[in-house]
T-cell receptor, first 115, second 118 residues
Framework: GAVVSQHPSWVICKSGTSVKIECRSL??????MFWYRQFPKQSLMLMAT?????????EQGVEKDKFLINHASLTLSTLTVTSAHPEDSSFYIC???????????FGPGTRLLVL | AQTVTQSQPEMSVQEAETVTLSCTYD???????LFWYKQPPSRQMILVIR??????QNATENRFSVNFQKAAKSFSLKISDSQLGDAAMYFC???????????????FGKGTHLIIQP
């Protein structure tokens, strides 16, 4: 299967700081990537769709000024959690859509803990 | 909006036996994709199997197969010869075939925790 990397895997930060998470498709080009959030013992919830060269599309209830998404190349999308607060602590997972297979492949996820 | 329902929060099976995980979904679309993903304790989401709605033939990947009933909107996963490494959370997911922002995102069920008993 296709490989998607995500960095960092773990981040602990103080309340009020910003955190950037990178998602890379390593062996295919992805014009579309996605960002999900997963709380403990729950399912994945789609936060936003990241399109290369255009603005991201956010799901209802997701603050676009809080979760900044940039998809500057065909292999890289970034999620920046701005002015993070403890309630932003969660597991964030990205995926990249491989159009040839119409299938999303997932990164290993980032555990964010805001103190 | 589409919804995906997994009615079994937890399933247990003896090693080498067969187990079936249930999934139903609700949609008004005629063309879409369905997936099963596995999430082990590492939390890495791993694709198990995919099915295009326009294909009548059920998808198969080695020990994993699906029973896709489009009229009933049912998409169950059968795992044959269960192995210890199959222990994980299994998520059923739906994706519209429509292009455009948001339409490509996956809608997940709540998951089924599969326990393999040695």
């Amino acid at each position: 299967g296709a490989v998607v990397s995500q960095h960092p895997s773990w981040v602990i930060c103080k309340s009020g700081t910003s955190v950037k998470i990178e998602c890379r498709s390593l062996d295919f080009q992805a014009t579309t990537m996605f960002w999900y959030r997963q709380f403990p013992k729950q399912s994945l919830m789609l936060m936003a769709t990241s399109n290369e060269g255009s603005k991201a599309t956010y799901e209802q209830g997701v603050e676009k000024d809080k979760f900044l998404i940039n998809h500057a190349s065909l292999t890289l999308s970034t999620l920046t959690v701005t002015s993070a607060h403890p309630e932003d602590s969660s597991f964030y997972i990205c995926s990249a859509l491989w159009r040839l297979q119409e299938t999303q492949y997932f990164g290993p996820g980032t555990r964010l803990l805001v103190l | 909006a589409q919804t995906v329902t997994q009615s079994q929060p937890e399933m247990s099976v003896q090693e080498a036996e067969t187990v079936t995980l249930s999934c139903t979904y609700d949609t008004s679309e005629s063309d879409y994709y369905l997936f099963w993903y596995k999430q082990p304790p590492s939390r890495q989401m791993i694709l198990v199997i995919r099915q295009e709605a326009y294909k009548q033939q059920n998808a198969t990947e080695n020990r994993f197969s699906v029973n896709f009933q489009k009229a009933a909107k049912s998409f169950s996963l059968k795992i044959s010869d269960s192995q210890l490494g199959d222990a994980a959370m299994y998520f059923c997911a739906y994706r519209s075939s429509s292009s455009g922002g948001g339409a490509d995102g996956l809608t997940f069920g709540k998951g089924t925790h599969l326990i393999i008993q040695p």
